[in-house]
């Protein structure tokens, strides 16, 4: 069974950093694009940063300069530095990973559960 496990999230003052974690386990084979969302209450699912199997990174406007998405192909992870957080960073984050299975053909995205990053003072 393959599962994305996120950790790292919690309460932060602003200003503060956390750094996620998201762990693919399974029978995995590949993992192509790996990535960060976030969804706030009361807001659609939004993204925050992306990296491609070849490291090419993408952000959101909001949160470049400020996050880092890096990836460690080899233990199959996925980390968001998060710095100089705000509180309109609150919200909870989900990790996604374009997976190709052992004896599967095509890539399909799964998705963490979540972690809930709050920012307050």
């Known amino acids: 069974q393959v599962q994305l496990v996120e950790s790292g999230g919690g309460l932060v003052q602003p200003g503060g950093s956390l750094r996620l974690s998201c762990a693919a386990s399974g029978s995995i084979f590949s993992i192509n694009a790996m990535g960060w969302y976030r969804q706030a209450p009361g807001k659609q699912r939004e993204l925050v940063a992306t990296s491609t199997s070849g490291g090419n990174t993408n952000y959101a406007d909001s949160v470049k300069g400020r996050f880092t998405i890096s990836r460690d192909n080899a233990k199959n992870t996925s980390h968001l530095q998060m710095n100089s957080l705000k509180p309109e960073d609150t919200a909870v984050y989900y990790c996604?990973?374009?997976?190709?299975?052992?004896?599967?053909?095509?890539?399909?995205?799964?998705w963490g559960l979540g972690t809930q990053v709050t920012v307050s003072s």
């Open positions: 996604n990973a374009d997976l190709l299975l052992s004896g599967g053909s095509y890539y399909f995205r799964y």
